[in-house]
């Protein structure tokens, strides 16, 4: 549980993390505590019966689902959480069609690990996103970064508060690696492209908020991460 961006007010919110059943995906919810509306952030596998305990003991209302990209250990649980909660999922209109068919970005391969009974129905209320775009909800605001590479509508979700920046990087950015580039859909040259001209830009205080494993900083990744090092040198 991290300490969060403000409300609109300037009260401090939390984030609360909920690790995936399966690839140890971050799915994160966004609230001003207690008893407040909140944003859910990449729903993945077999998150719902925790996110549902999660919600009713800290008496939270999803407001949204907000989606760093299209791929489907983000986006398993999107239609049911959406549906539960009469709310619509925000993603970045290149990674729309993922919803609709969520195969479209998964190798055969990968797609033979979720088995072959999948159910898959598309929320219905989608929202898409464009670069630049702010979106408030639940009392917050956030900025919308396309951030193409792992996805080609890959994105990152900007927030801050009096004391701190927050940015949900999604599987553009890791601590001490990045999304890979091989799936359909992925690019290593917009990666380097998006880590150079979105990610080298940051301030080093930014909190990040990946979509695998813990938490790290902008500042710890410059001097640690080999892939902005190479971002940074101007490597290809």
């Given at each position: 549980m991290?300490?969060g961006?403000?409300?609109?007010?300037g009260?401090?919110?939390l984030?609360?993390t909920l690790?995936?059943?399966?690839f140890?995906?971050?799915?994160y919810?966004?609230?001003?505590?207690?008893?407040?509306?909140?944003?859910?952030?990449d729903?993945?596998?077999?998150?719902?019966?925790?996110l549902?305990?999660?919600l009713?003991d800290?008496g939270?209302?999803p407001?949204a689902?907000v989606?760093?990209?299209?791929?489907l250990?983000?986006?398993?649980?999107?239609?049911?959480?959406?549906?539960?909660?009469?709310?619509p999922?925000?993603?970045?209109?290149?990674?729309?069609?993922?919803?609709a068919?969520?195969?479209?970005?998964?190798?055969?391969?990968m797609?033979?690990?979720?088995?072959?009974?999948?159910?898959?129905?598309e929320?219905?209320?989608?929202?898409?996103?464009?670069?630049?775009?702010?979106?408030?909800?639940a009392?917050?605001?956030?900025?919308?970064?396309?951030a193409?590479?792992?996805?080609?509508?890959?994105a990152?979700?900007?927030?801050a508060?009096?004391d701190?920046?927050?940015?949900?990087?999604?599987?553009?950015?890791?601590?001490?690696?990045?999304?890979?580039?091989?799936l359909?859909?992925?690019?290593?040259?917009?990666?380097?492209?998006t880590?150079?001209r979105?990610v080298l830009?940051?301030?080093?205080?930014?909190?990040?908020?990946?979509?695998?494993?813990?938490?790290?900083?902008?500042?710890?990744?410059?001097a640690?991460?080999?892939?902005?090092k190479?971002?940074?040198a101007?490597?290809?």
């Amino acid at each position: 549980m991290y300490p969060g961006p403000a409300t609109e007010e300037g009260e401090r919110v939390l984030i609360e993390t909920l690790v995936a059943d399966a690839f140890g995906t971050n799915c994160y919810v966004l609230s001003a505590g207690p008893g407040s509306e909140c944003v859910v952030v990449d729903p993945g596998i077999g998150i719902a019966p925790r996110l549902d305990d999660l919600l009713a003991d800290r008496g939270l209302k999803p407001v949204a689902v907000v989606l760093t990209h299209g791929h489907l250990d983000h986006t398993f649980s999107v239609a049911p959480v959406c549906g539960a909660n009469d709310v619509p999922a925000y993603i970045h209109t290149d990674d729309a069609h993922l919803l609709a068919d969520p195969s479209q970005g998964f190798s055969a391969n990968m797609m033979s690990l979720l088995g072959t009974g999948l159910d898959w129905t598309e929320p219905d209320d989608v929202q898409p996103l464009a670069d630049g775009g702010v979106i408030e909800l639940a009392g917050m605001r956030f900025t919308v970064d396309h951030a193409p590479g792992h996805t080609a509508g890959s994105a990152m979700f900007h927030t801050a508060d009096a004391d701190a920046a927050y940015t949900v990087t999604g599987d553009v950015l890791f601590r001490g690696a990045i999304g890979r580039t091989d799936l359909p859909g992925g690019s290593d040259a917009a990666m380097q492209d998006t880590l150079r001209r979105k990610v080298l830009p940051l301030d080093d205080a930014t909190v990040v908020l990946p979509g695998h494993g813990p938490g790290t900083t902008i500042a710890a990744e410059r001097a640690r991460n080999p892939y902005l090092k190479r971002a940074a040198a101007g490597g290809h």
